[in-house]
């Protein structure tokens, strides 16, 4: 634990290099405001360092910079196609599995990078866990669903039962199924499928979780329970989080960034890029979508 | 005719026509059956019921005849279950490994030479089961004959194989990719996944596979009659390196040689009831496999 403390404390003067490398492409608002002060710096969960992606030869990630800071909500927002989605999988190595994408640049979970030589991808997984647009629960019982992360990270069986029912809880989700933990994961509602897909992914505790879009099947009351819950899950968790919901990231992220064709255009605290934002393409879409 | 009493005559006329071939095929079905059940009911008429079912000999030539099902029932089980033994657990390995496994190309080149072996007429397997196998099995074994459960065994596990795999392939291709991801999500390996998530998923295909595989066994004929020695006797615990007798076998063999009307004939036709019912019974515990699983899913 300590190891991994003393490799985040990045100086603030790395910091500052590393801006003057990419020449303010990005504009960051990390010195004008206090809630970005160099001690924020220190926390940051996931760091992004030109980052670049192909899939075959189309390039859909340019030159990313981008710091996520601990125990905060990240919004990424852009029009269709811009990369969200894409840029979400670097971050716990899902576009692995796309055969024809490659990626160039760093992407530092706790200041280690993970596309760094012998890095564990299994391991990095757990640390960074991730809740897809569609709920997909594994077709066995509630209880076998949440059970099934510990289990294959060797957790022993005493404690299993516990920690389903924690994760439960912390979904929000422990009072609706705790008399039907038997029954079939599929027999739950929309919405209760995709907490329970957040509590399976609480059951191995990440540090990390990423969600892409993952309203965007649900009715607004669902919504408005997820939302909850990911704000009180930012307490112990660092979530980052795809939306097409303009209000939704203004409602809950407390930053956001802007992407646009593959580009982060913007980044900083979301109340800022929503009431003045500084570069014309993200107000546009902002103002066009949200206005 | 107006406009609309034409189409009314259409509508009319295809559904009729729909219903025609329904009914036929219905017709069809129970005239075998009627026909099959028939001729066993003619047979029971002269010979004991339960001498029939619980026999130990199948000697039609004998004074007095003897019709006893249970060295048929055991030559197809011995075979049967010899073949599934070994063509399950490679069938479904075979699938997971196209299907999760092999590169792309590879799988292509496996799919295609699974569907080519599917191809071979069971006459050419027993043609080559007599020539290459039977002596093999015979010099191997040490034995008087090569003509043994085994070697049908073998063959028909070679031909249960191409349904095992293609049936199962396709049940696991069909898992969606989003339990797949799912699970690559919480941190498990493909071994994991594979394991815990995609077989489970894919299970009522996988035992569809299987059971198609198992009516294959027990309906094929040609090859198994190649190869077996098809003697008529209950073997003991040697049974796999013995010559055994199969229901079809025994069908396709004595029916050309029979007399209308004799009981021999209806003999014939109640071991061909009796191959009915085990079909039946297959897919009916085929259908509970894939009710049960439904529960949980
Ligand atoms: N598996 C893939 N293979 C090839 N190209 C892909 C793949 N996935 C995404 N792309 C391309 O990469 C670009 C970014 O896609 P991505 O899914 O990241 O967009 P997005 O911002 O998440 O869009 P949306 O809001 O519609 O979900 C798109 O041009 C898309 O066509
Ligand atoms: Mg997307």
Known sequence: MNATESKNAFSYEDTLSFENAIGFENKYLYEQDPAFSPEMNRKKAIEVKDLNLWYGGNQALKKIYLDIPKNKIFSLIGPSGCGKSTFLRTMNRMNDMISNCRIEGKVCVDGENIYGKGIDVTGLRKRVGMVFQKANPFPMSIYENIAYGPKIHGVSKKEIPGIVEESLRCAALWDEVKDRLKEPALSLSGGQQQRLCIARTLAVKPEVILFDEPCSALDPISTGKIEELMAELKKDYTIVIVTHNMHQAARISDCAAFFLSGELIETGKTAQIFENPQDKRTEGYITGRFG | ?297
């Not at chain 2, 080519?116 to 290459?132: D, K, N, Q, R, T």
């Not at chain 2, 799912?182 to 077989?199: C, D, M, P, R």
């Open chain 2, 1 to 297: 005719m107006t406009k609309h009493s034409l189409r009314d005559f259409r509508e009319n006329f295809m559904k009729s026509l729909f219903l025609i071939g329904g009914i036929g095929t219905l017709l069809i079905l129970l005239l075998i059956f009627a026909f099959l059940f028939a001729e066993s009911f003619n047979f029971f008429k002269t010979y004991d019921f339960w001498d029939f079912l619980t026999g130990t000999e199948w000697k039609p030539g004998a004074s007095p005849e003897m019709f006893g099902l249970l060295p048929l029932l055991a030559g197809t089980a011995a075979v049967t279950v010899g073949a599934i033994i070994p063509a399950v657990p490679v069938g479904i390995l075979s699938a997971v490994y196209i299907s999760e496994l092999a590169g792309p190309k590879t799988a292509d080149i496996l799919k295609f030479a699974v569907e080519l072996s599917a191809g071979i007429p069971s006459v050419v397997l027993g043609f080559f089961g007599m020539i290459h196998l039977v002596p093999r099995i015979q010099s191997v074994f040490d034995l008087t004959t090569g003509q043994t459960a085994l070697t049908g065994s073998i063959i028909l596990a070679i031909m249960a194989l191409p349904t095992i795999i293609s049936v199962s392939e396709d049940a696991i291709s069909s898992v969606p990719a989003a339990l797949k991801q799912g699970s690559f999500a919480l941190g498990s390996n493909h071994w994991q996944t594979i394991y815990k998530v995609i077989l489970p998923a894919a299970v009522s295909g996988i035992s569809a596979a299987v059971i198609l595989g198992i009516g294959r066994a027990v309906g094929e004929t040609m090859a198994v009659m190649m190869v077996t020695g098809n003697m008529a006797i209950i073997p003991g615990s040697d049974i796999f390196l013995s010559s055994v007798r199969t229901v079809t076998a025994t069908i396709a063999l004595e029916m050309g040689e029979v007399a209308k009307g004799t009981e021999h004939y209806y003999a014939l036709f109640t071991i061909g009831a009796v191959l009915f019912v085990i079909t039946i019974g297959i897919n009916k515990i085929a259908e509970a496999v894939k009710r049960k699983h439904k529960q949980v899913t």
